[in-house]
């Protein structure tokens, strides 16, 4: 099933959405010095979407775990 989450990812945001999204998030976890902090918000958003989560990796130079 669709959760909420991923519907406001995939159907309510557009690309420009979408990527206004992930540059927030991004920016807010870049602050953030504990990497295992970093690799564990990335595997938790990953959730919501695959393609997110690789997004949210590649910017932030972590590995996403594989499911």
Avoid at 23 to 42: A, F, G, M, P, Y
């Amino acid at each position: 099933t669709l959760t909420p989450r991923f519907l406001l990812l995939q159907k309510v945001l557009d690309d420009r959405g979408r990527a206004n999204l992930i540059q927030n998030i991004v920016e807010h976890l870049q602050q953030c010095t504990d990497k295992d902090i970093i690799r564990r918000s990335v595997a938790v958003l990953s959730n919501v979407d695959d393609d997110f989560g690789r997004q949210l990796a590649s910017r932030l130079g972590v590995e996403v775990s594989q499911k």
